[in-house]
């Protein structure tokens, strides 16, 4: 059975970390990529950042760059998001999903076969 756990949101003040995990099972983690998503109520589903559990490269998107780091460790099947300078704007659910990966991660959430079940994540001002 496929499972995308995530684990480490909560309440944090503007300026704050934290840092957010996603831990894989039931998959050969090594084909898929692992990508990071959020929803902010009243919004789509956009993407946050992806890596490639083969090679580890990496993208993110624009509003994240500088300030979110995404890193796999293989050993334990597990992707990591850490967030720094957090910002109001960043309150969302944040799902963890994998692609199975055929090119270089990208962020269409459509291209991705399994999704965890989210965590919360609120910054506030």
């Known amino acids: 059975e496929v499972q995308l756990v995530e684990s480490g949101g909560g309440l944090v003040q503007a300026g704050g970390s934290l840092r957010l995990s996603c831990a894989a099972s039931?998959?050969?983690?090594?084909?898929?990529?692992i990508g990071w998503f959020r929803q902010a109520p009243g919004k789509e589903r956009e993407g946050v950042s992806c890596?490639?559990?083969?090679?580890?490269?990496?993208y993110y998107a624009d509003s994240v760059k500088g300030r979110f780091t995404i890193s796999s460790d293989n050993a334990k099947n597990t992707v990591y998001l850490q967030m720094n300078s957090l910002k109001p704007e960043d309150t969302a659910v944040y799902y963890c999903?994998?692609?199975?990966?055929?090119?270089?991660?990208?962020?269409?959430?459509?291209?991705?076969?399994?999704w965890g079940q989210g965590t919360q994540v609120t910054v506030s001002s």
């Open positions: 039931g998959f050969t983690f090594d084909d898929y990529a």
């Open positions: 890596i490639s559990s083969s090679d580890g490269s990496t």
């Open positions: 999903a994998a692609e199975f990966l055929l090119g270089l991660p990208g962020l269409e959430k459509g291209a991705y076969d399994y």
